[in-house]
């Protein structure tokens, strides 16, 4: 069975199913997971870096907000090319590196990881499976075991991938990830994808994806932990709906890009609760005033993408990513494409 | 004299043209800017923040690469929202922090500049002018000194604060940051002004504004110090010429969203030199392949936005910024735009 032989949508459509299982397992393991992150992270911590390309990029910028709360001491993602193309020879004495690759093999993030680990960091890696390259170069490994990802965007490993980062967040500070809030998440996620999911459903999802069916642009906006739900849903969006999505900082949004914004671009809005509910209101209204069509994931009452009342503020980027992949299914299936083999889409080549 | 009632660019190639001048004057006070900074730096250094908003976070892009290269020890953003909207406790003791803001009195910026430095952080503030709150929150300040900048695109003083970003690194590395590689740059940057520039003029520039005059998006891409660049670009498009410009890393471009491109969204790649050139020859080879038009920003001998032969990875990025003004200006005049005041424009509100 390929991708191309099903009908459009039904491998990403089951991953998403899977992910209450996989974060359930991930929760279970959580206090186990902690306590392996507190025996290996460094005694003088001297910063965080976190390592990653692609969708793991975004899982790295909730981490870096997640990790700095956390531990206390500056977080950053790294640039790669800095070793691998200018060959710097920076010390990482005092460094935790979190390296994430789905797939534990992506060279460039396994050769850095390997060089900053020989500079003097202690390296967690995330990675998907057992006996993975990124395995080998690392301290400790934290494996999302979600299963094969057949479908080519990447959705269960993802979120899987956050709630490993918040371990590693859990290690330092176990009050801000409180193990209650994610206890509380498989069953949330359950919720959400109750409302959406299947090809052919109509959920709140199907709704925004109608609404916009036709805008060949897309900006999806968020502040703190949102934000990285917002990249990243820009990115599957990107990927699975030929839609030159972009994800942006709702504070640099609210200056200079806005003036390239028109009725023809909407807005995503990834909420980042109460604690950005004046910065929320001030971007709204302005959008509204400009004639921007906007629509809002959040658990507000007027999020059109609704997230359960009461999720924690770092479980709710977890289920802000579920709303945008149920969003970037919808948006794939409504334009006639198929998300689970989007390398094999026949490109559009305009003739003008 | 308003900006309206210029004839529409008057203002911002002023602003262009008086770049050789102000970068001259950094270039003049380099090794004293060198030794203030040297006098202030963390003895055990830990890693290094920089802290900025909008174009500055541009050239703060620019600083990350390079003072982490200098120093030798992890450099990265920050976000400010962490110590803003989270009131994270975060400890900066042996930081190193650089905040960034032309006005010097960008809230966020000096409100987080001031939190850091009472959490251990040394401060330099990088400001456009004297006396600005930025500068009564610092450690040390190094003024740009470029004088009123009356266009509302940021451009003498984003080049200005790159080169005040290479007086920090310079303090930790004279060989990586040399004297010698500066002295030449406000000539290249005079060389590069006479090809194009004033409105009306037909050089470089206004060739590929002219040839994309029909883009409603573009995507800016490179690696490495280049890709501060390109993000700037990006930026200054955007601003300038109502076209939907993404900065996005070359690397990152490879992968996924390439999917998304198409012979109506070209790609301008401004190239990192020759330490890049296997990544750019794989990059232009696919966008050949897939039909989607792409111009470079280089000096190679098949860029159509030449730079100066023979320019230092240092001082490259900085010319290859005043060639993405230079095609924001044109692109912006080619659309019967004004460039001095975008916020004046009416917006596009199509009617569907």
Not at 27 to 56: F, M, Q
Not at 107 to 118: F, G, K, Q
Not at 171 to 185: C, I, M, P, T
């Amino acid at each position: 069975v390929t991708n191309e032989t099903l009908p459009p949508g039904t491998l990403m459509a089951a991953e998403l199913a899977e992910q209450p299982e996989v974060l359930g397992r991930l929760v279970a393991r959580h206090a186990a997971d902690r306590e392996l992150v507190r025996a290996i992270v460094p005694r003088a911590h001297a910063g965080t870096v976190l390592l990653a390309r692609g969708s793991s990029d975004n899982v790295a910028v909730y981490g870096r907000y997640l990790i700095e709360m956390a531990s206390r001491r500056p977080a950053g993602l790294a640039a790669p090319s800095v070793h691998t193309r200018y060959q710097a020879d920076v010390d990482y004495a005092g460094y935790l590196v979190v390296a994430l690759s789905q797939s534990g093999a992506t060279p460039e993030v396994v050769e850095t990881a390997a060089a900053m680990r020989r500079a003097g960091a202690v390296v967690i890696g995330i990675a998907n499976e057992p006996g993975s390259p990124l395995t080998e170069v690392c301290d400790l490994s934290l494996l999302t075991e979600a299963g094969p990802e057949l479908g080519v965007p990447a959705t269960k490993t993802v979120t899987a991938q956050m709630l490993a980062v918040a371990a590693i967040a859990g290690a330092y500070d176990s009050e801000l990830v409180a193990a209650a809030d994610l206890a509380a998440l498989p069953g949330a996620v359950t919720s959400l994808l109750a409302d959406s999911g299947p090809p052919g459903a109509s959920g709140p999802a199907e709704a925004v994806a109608g609404r916009w069916a036709d805008a060949r642009r897309l900006v999806v906006t968020g502040r703190g932990l949102a934000y990285a739900a917002a990249l990243e849903t820009a990115l599957k969006i990107k990927e699975t709906a030929q839609v030159h999505a972009e994800g942006l900082s709702s504070a640099d949004l609210l200056h200079g890009p806005i003036a390239a914004l028109d009725s023809r671009l909407p807005v995503l809005l990834v909420s980042g609760g109460e604690r950005f509910a004046a910065d929320e209101t001030a971007l709204t209204a302005r959008l509204s005033a400009e004639g921007v069509p906007f629509a809002v994931c959040g658990s507000g009452p007027d999020a059109e993408l609704p997230l359960p009342a009461g999720s924690s503020e770092i479980t709710a980027p977890i289920l802000a990513v579920v709303r945008g992949q149920q969003f970037a299914l919808a948006s794939s299936l409504r334009r006639g494409l198929n998300p689970d083999a989007p390398a094999g889409l026949s490109k559009v080549t305009a003739t003008h």
